[in-house]
């Protein structure tokens, strides 16, 4: 493989993952930086033995592996899902500020006892325990008027009632033209 | 010592003594303007035309009656000292203290102004807090938006807003996935899941905004008041920008207090509710008040739209109180920033209103309530009547005048009148502008809150011309809207646009208001040719329908509306730093930090992928899924891959919504986009991951 574009490829890799983990919010850059050159040496490693694969790839697969493994175990006490973990974790560091109180615990080593007992205290959720009540409409009459539409809508249609008004308003001025007609004030 | 005031003790003769003076002048000024007219035609002898003419006239003039005596009295009560009749003074200092009832604050949004809506909360919770009343306060945001960019901005929002307060556990977001029946099913289905948990439940608007204090003393009424099963707030407007808001929260603010206690005067426990800035009692009202279905034939318009007037009238169907805490100060919204979105507002009033007909006859509603229900129908179907009225009495004068050109007879109608039109006109006019006068009489010993004698005055005489002028634009717009919802046709609940910063473009206004001057053009030739001398009777109104483009135009300026600021015009005690309260100059801070990172195109998408922090904010909200059935999952798949290959143009809004609701997909797509080489990203994704680099350079160098 042509070495220009090889070390094109890792500095791709690199990035993206320096990337990825300050979106996370994970820690300071000297932290990150420390985390992303673990995984980019395993990544190389990786690379070694299957070279058809890209080294960003290779390197974006390890970090999810990795963060996926720590907050597995950092939310090993919390009933959930396994593929919650990851999520909720994330959510709570930022939630609980974690990164502040241990900035170089996150994706190096296993989590503190502590921390994790912080993790586990977050709660996040859409709303308090359910409570459930049961919210229906009561009967309502309306009285003579939905009488007057029910009798009225179960058979209608536009066209017969637009020419009986039609007629009737013709009927009308007729009526009152030739009222005027007759007795002219 | 000042007596408290005890609801429960309200005699019948009482109440008679108030419905009676009340609607006895309403019905005594009505009767008086139709005989008025009456004479007006007796001289000829009636026509059918005039029949007609006096028909529509005890309709209109009673509405007009109804706003005078409502002025009336409520001046009436503000010179004796206020009414003593209000709920507020039920309650002493002494029930502001002691532990708070489970109350939820109801705030359900849709598609809103992120950085506003939770400007209002933080605002809300910090003067609660500063109210020493935080403890029993648990907020809700109810979220039926349908644009992926507000759903998951709304979710960032409310995450960063938790952590800042410390408030998990306590200001909670929920988005419904089946955004059934709109608001009214929005605050119902929070009543089904945790009402059972709460004693009193606070409703709000998107906009709202209310003091801690208030809070805190509507749950000391309810309370103090075990029969009261709702009460309202007067929201004022406020945080105005263009001249159009800031007219009219001005006009709101001086006129509102007298009309607001002439209602107070004679419905007294038989209130309305206005839907938000509203305290409930949660039992009878999930009990009593879920809406029921409407009578029409077609299923698709069964549903109520306006369910606030329904509610306060099944509450007192079901014997609860509902009072209007009237004078409370501490209760804000925002209104519509231009002509065209208050019409807009306007047309889905109009449909809830006219909905509303059907319980004008239902047994069993109170007298109130049928009265609230007939004003809020009258409201807009008065246009249509107005504008056949003026029809027909245009009509009516050229006739007599042509005829009394041809039977060569001293033919001026006002002179045959016997002087009956003159004062028909007078009382008219001044049953429209006295309620200005008195309330403007009213507000000059304060005029300092308003900016000082002359603004106050200015901006009444100011206020009065503009309004006088839009009144027949409104007239016809209403009663456009009046026609097509009988014919059927739908109107939707949709976002306001409540920011005011950019006003309407001049040809953009021409386009929207077209209507009124080119009505006006016609009206104007066929009167020159055959009612030329009724041309100087209509001219008000012709000439607010000739200006009725430039008008909306010019209001709608927010650089307008910041020079009339300055000249003190339309000042509102809340624009001057001493008397506004600190949850509105909070509110006012955050709506200028306005966050630009929403904006662009698919930016909720493009978010919910790219961002672990908003990917795992939505995740963890959503439920998970038990299991999924192989067609589903095949579909998923499809979706997803397109997403990526194809970019998120690729696929509709329903398409996007199918993703952003599915956990699974949601991770996939966030370790695709991570993991996958750049050149096999679409390039709309590529230039996600390019800002996404870019932005944790800055947060390296940071």
């Known amino acids: 493989m042509d070495p220009i574009a090889t070390a094109a490829a890792w500095d791709e890799a690199m990035s993206r993952l320096l990337s990825f983990l300050a979106a996370m919010h994970i820690g300071g850059v000297e932290h990150r930086t420390r985390v992303a050159l673990a995984m980019i040496d395993e990544a190389r490693k990786q690379h070694a033995l299957k070279p058809e694969v890209a080294p960003v790839e290779h390197t974006m697969h390890i970090a999810l592996r990795d963060i996926e493994q720590w907050f597995g175990e950092a939310l090993e006490n919390v009933e959930m899902p396994a593929s919650r973990r990851v999520a909720a974790g994330i959510v709570g560091l930022r939630v609980t500020d974690a990164v502040n109180r241990w900035p170089n615990a996150v994706l190096d080593g296993s989590p503190p006892a502590d921390l994790k007992a912080t993790l586990a205290r977050v709660s996040f959720r859409t709303g308090p325990d359910l409570a459930v009540s049961s919210m229906t409409p009561r009967a309502m009459d309306y009285g003579a008027m939905e009488t007057l539409a029910q009798e009225t809508w179960h058979r209608f249609a536009w066209a017969p009632i637009v020419r009986a008004a039609a007629i009737w308003t013709a009927i009308f001025f007729a009526a009152l033209y030739t009222y005027d007609y007759l007795y002219p004030r | ?702």
Not at chain 2, 153 to 175: D, P, Q, T, V
Request: overall charge neutral; some cysteine; hydrophobic content about 45%.
């Open chain 2, 1 to 702: 010592m000042k007596k408290t005031f005890q609801p429960e003790k309200i005699t019948a003769d009482f109440v008679a003594f108030r419905r009676a003076s009340f609607f006895g002048a309403i019905i005594g000024t009505t009767a008086l303007g139709t005989w008025l007219l009456w004479r007006t035609f007796v001289p000829e002898g009636i026509t059918w035309l005039e029949w007609a003419q006096l028909i529509l006239f005890v309709l209109l003039f009673q509405q007009i009656a109804t706003g005078f005596w409502l002025a009336m009295f409520g001046f009436l009560t503000a010179i004796c000292g206020g009414d003593r009749a209000q709920i507020a003074r039920s309650i002493e200092d002494t029930d502001l203290e002691g532990p708070i009832p489970p109350t939820a604050v109801v705030i359900p949004i849709f598609n809103e102004d992120v950085v506003r809506v939770f400007g209002g909360i933080e605002a809300m919770w910090q003067g609660l807090r500063d109210a020493g009343a935080q403890d029993g306060f648990d907020f809700f945001i109810l979220s039926d938006s349908n644009k992926p960019e507000s759903w998951l901005h709304e979710e960032m929002a409310w995450l960063e807003l938790c952590k800042r307060l410390n408030a998990f556990g306590r200001i909670f977001y929920r988005k419904r996935r089946t955004p059934r029946n709109g608001k009214s099913g929005n605050v119902a289905d929070f009543c089904r899941r945790w009402g059972a948990r709460y004693r009193y439940m606070i409703v709000l608007d998107a906009d709202s905004v209310m003091t801690g204090q208030l809070l805190r003393r509507l749950v000391a009424m309810m309370e103090k008041n075990p029969r009261v099963g709702l009460v309202q707030t007067t929201p004022q407007l406020a945080l105005g920008r263009t001249p159009f808001r800031r007219m009219f929260q001005f006009a709101a603010k001086l006129y509102a207090p007298l009309f607001c206690a002439g209602s107070n005067y004679w419905h007294l426990f038989g209130g309305n509710y206005w839907g938000h800035n509203a305290i409930i009692r949660v039992r009878p009202f999930i009990e009593y008040c879920d809406l029921p279905d409407l009578p029409e034939p077609d299923v698709k318009r069964r549903h109520i739209f306006s369910h606030d007037t329904v509610e306060a009238a099944l509450m007192r169907k079901a014997g609860y109180d509902v009072w209007f805490a009237y004078a409370e100060p501490g209760s804000y919204e925002e209104g519509p920033p231009n002509f065209s979105d208050s019409l807009g507002r306007d047309r889905r009033w109009c449909l809830g209103n006219l909905q509303h007909f059907w319980f004008l006859f239902a047994p069993g509603v109170d007298f109130a309530n049928r009265f609230h229900i007939w004003m809020g129908v009258m409201a807009y179907i008065s246009s249509v009547l107005w504008l056949v009225f003026l029809v027909l009495g245009t009509i009516d004068l050229a006739v007599k005048h042509r005829f009394s050109l041809l039977s060569a007879l001293p033919g001026d109608p006002i002179a045959q009148s016997g002087g009956a039109i003159p004062l028909l006109l007078v009382a008219t006019l001044v049953m429209l502008f006295l309620p200005k006068f008195l309330s403007l009489l009213v507000s000059l010993p304060k005029a300092r809150q308003f900016g000082g004698v002359i603004p106050l005055v200015a901006g009444t005489i100011l206020e009065t011309i503009i309004s006088t002028l839009m009144a027949p634009v409104m007239m016809i717009y209403y009663s456009r809207f009046v026609i097509s919802i009988l014919a059927g046709l739908q109107v939707k609940w949709e976002a306001q646009n409540r920011s005011d910063d950019k006003g309407l473009g001049f040809l953009e206004s021409w386009r929207i208001f077209w209507l009124p001057p080119f009505i006006a053009t016609v009206v104007t030739s066929l009167m020159f040719v055959f009612a030329r001398h009724e041309i100087l009777l209509m001219s008000p109104i012709l000439l607010g329908w000739f200006l009725g483009p430039i008008l909306a135009w010019i209001t709608s300026q927010p650089k307008l509306g910041d020079f009339l600021l300055r000249t003190r015009l339309f000042l509102v005690p809340e624009e001057i730093d001493e008397r506004c309260p600190e949850e509105l100059k909070k509110v006012h801070q955050i709506i200028q930090a306005d966050d630009q990172n929403w904006k662009f195109p698919f930016a909720g998408v493009a978010r919910a992928v790219s961002d672990p922090l908003a990917n795992s904010v939505h995740v963890a909200l959503l439920r998970q899924r038990r299991h999924l059935v192989e067609e589903t999952g095949e579909y998923l798949e499809s979706l997803r891959s397109k997403l990526l290959e194809a970019g998120p143009a690729a696929l509709d809004t329903r398409q996007h919504f199918t993703l952003l609701w599915d956990a699974d997909s949601l991770r996939w797509l966030h370790r695709e986009f991570w993991t996958r080489p750049t050149d096999k990203l679409h390039p709309w994704w590529q230039e996600r991951l390019a800002e996404a680099t870019a932005g944790a350079g800055k947060a390296s160098a940071g």
